[in-house]
């Protein structure tokens, strides 16, 4: 590995918030500094980087993903740019044409749909030419199916047309046991990431999300020129013996718990995330429970007994009253101390008021959150308002989260929302409720130095730029840096040098673009022009 020496920037780094240039020796960094000094390194270091004003920043690390699922995406089976019925008409009739079997694509989200009404399933056929097809709404918690695709999957007792809870299960399964691996579209998502500065990604794999062997596949994948892959199994045990030979059966160190999409509910674009009360569009309707407690709790302690961390899918407000519920039930059993241990860990928690905010600290519950979701649904004309009315106002309360001091990490579920820290951390400070905005560096921190904490890394250093850190990190473009807050009673930016802290990119019009990524020394990407390297 060389030895490099990057100047003429900015370096986002606590140690040294004034710093314009690091040393990388090797897979470390070894020294950060100003101008002058950065001078008398130019003999001793094989390679100089004019970095012309870009910044240096930790790389992303992604705490929610679905590689194969965001692979097949990127190739083009995307329906994300359906505005109405017939558009999404024209969208299949594309896809249909790159296919020779089934046509398999996703994303389609009515919601916003001045006319929601979706169309029949024999124009749907049509558009297919004729083919099975399966097309997922944005949140994967359901899906348009067709007569054709259930017969070939000898799945003929459903009922065409929408599939949720259940059925939808069904037919995810019997497609992920037809279908060849997934690893190219793994690989393609892989470089993605790479490409917007990522080091490291969570997937979230269960039995009815590609299946076991596409996450073999995915964790067989060693290339240090990617990023690092960790991952969550979503399978229910009561049995700690049981629990502790699903873990070992998996790569050592790869896999970093039992469940993630472990689902307690579904989504509220699906009517299938459960409620305390009703939706309001859709009366006599609070959606799918999949898990009791008395499940939740087994699970819980079969996983805790064997120090492994378990998590679970939750979004609507009753559902996480019966996680809660089993955590109670669980505490019951081994003990509030065992619990918190194992840093256990929610995603998505949409729903929370104050009494849950204060459990979730009670049990040291790690929270997952999507701030883009709120950019694509919140406010008061969105699929949010549509579904839940008043109590959409209070969803997603990053700030109260963090203000109660439960442990937060931010991700983007890609597919469901764009790979893009940048604009993680934008949604974080715009969010459609004003008190549950967090400031730059909170949002920019929950994707760097805090993900590495909830992954359980030992490395105190890990997802920072200090000397004697881990050299993985992200140069980006940066017209402007400011230290920004979320609140407007405060100045929104410091260029005061006595202040002290680092400065993140503003990202109120112009999302910076990254230039390279690194990961422990290697270049995983690099759009760097050759002039650019001295």
């Given at each position: 590995m060389a030895k490099s020496l990057y100047r003429n920037g900015s370096i986002y780094s606590a140690a040294d918030p004034f710093a314009t240039a690091m040393v990388v020796d090797g897979d470390t960094i070894s020294w950060l500094g100003g101008e002058d000094a950065a001078e008398r390194h130019v003999a001793a270091v094989d390679e100089v980087i004019d970095l012309k004003g870009g910044l240096v920043t930790p790389a992303f690390v992604e705490s929610h993903t679905h590689l194969a699922a965001l692979g097949r995406t990127l190739s083009g089976a995307d329906l994300g740019a359906a505005t109405s019925g017939s558009s999404l008409l024209s969208?299949?009739?594309?896809?249909?044409?790159?296919?020779?079997?089934?046509?398999?694509?996703?994303?389609?989200?009515?919601?916003?749909?001045?006319?929601q009404e979706l169309p029949a399933e024999t124009d749907l056929t049509s558009a297919a030419g004729g083919r099975g097809y399966?097309?997922?709404?944005?949140?994967?918690?359901?899906?348009?199916?067709?007569?054709?695709?259930?017969d070939l999957l000898d799945l003929g007792h459903l009922v065409s047309g929408i599939v949720t809870g259940a059925d939808h299960d069904a037919v995810r399964e019997a497609l992920a046991g037809a279908q060849k691996a997934e690893q190219e579209y793994q690989r393609l998502a892989l470089e993605h990431y790479a490409s917007r500065g990522f080091a490291s990604v969570v997937e979230m794999a269960a039995p009815h999300i590609e299946g076991r062997e596409a996450l073999e596949q995915l964790l067989s994948i060693d290339n240090p020129e990617l990023?690092?892959?960790?991952?969550?199994?979503?399978?229910?045990?009561?049995?700690?013996?049981?629990?502790?030979?699903i873990v070992a059966s998996f790569p050592q160190g790869k896999l970093l718990g039992l469940g993630g999409d472990l689902r307690v509910d579904g989504s509220l674009g699906s009517h299938t995330a459960y409620l305390r009360e009703e939706y309001s569009d859709l009366a006599g309707e609070r959606g799918c429970l999949y898990l009791k407690r008395e499940e939740i709790a087994a699970h819980l302690v079969a996983c805790s007994s064997r120090g492994i961390q378990a998590a679970f899918h939750v979004i609507g407000d009753g559902a996480l009253d019966e996680v809660l519920a089993g955590f109670d039930l669980a505490a019951e059993q081994i003990g509030v101390a065992k619990l918190q241990m194992c840093r256990h860990r929610l995603e998505h928690v949409e729903m929370v008021d104050d009494a849950s905010r204060a459990r979730l600290l009670k049990y040291a519950i790690m929270v997952s959150m999507q701030p883009v979701f709120d950019q694509a649904w919140g406010g008061s004309n969105g699929m949010y308002a549509q579904r839940l009315g008043e109590r959409a106002s209070s969803m997603n309360n990053l700030s109260a989260m963090l203000s109660a001091g439960v442990p937060l990490v931010l991700g983007s579920d890609a597919p469901v929302t764009e790979v893009d820290g940048w604009q993680v951390v934008r949604a974080g400070m715009n969010m459609a409720n004003a008190d549950a905005r967090i400031s730059a560096?909170?949002?920019?921190?929950?994707?760097?130095?805090?993900?590495?904490?909830?992954?359980?890394?030992?490395?105190?250093?890990?997802?920072?730029l200090v000397i004697g850190a881990p050299a993985t990190f992200a140069v980006w473009t940066a017209s402007e840096l400011a230290v920004q807050t979320p609140d407007v009673r405060i100045s929104s930016w410091s260029t005061d040098a006595r202040a002290g802290t680092p400065m993140l990119p503003v990202v109120?019009?112009?999302?910076?673009?990254?230039?390279?990524?690194v990961r422990a020394g290697v270049t995983l990407f690099n759009a760097l022009e050759p002039a650019e390297l001295a």
């Open positions: 969208l299949v009739a594309e896809q249909a044409q790159k296919s020779t079997k089934l046509v398999l694509a996703q994303g389609w989200d009515n919601s916003a749909w001045a006319n399966y097309l997922a709404r944005r949140d994967v918690h359901s899906a348009l199916v067709n007569r054709e695709l259930l990023p690092q892959v960790h991952a969550y199994w979503g399978e229910l045990v009561s049995d700690p013996d049981i629990a502790q030979e560096r909170a949002a920019f921190l929950a994707q760097t130095r805090s993900t590495y904490r909830a992954m359980g890394e030992m490395n105190p250093f890990a997802g920072q109120d019009e112009e999302i910076p673009q990254c230039l390279r990524t």
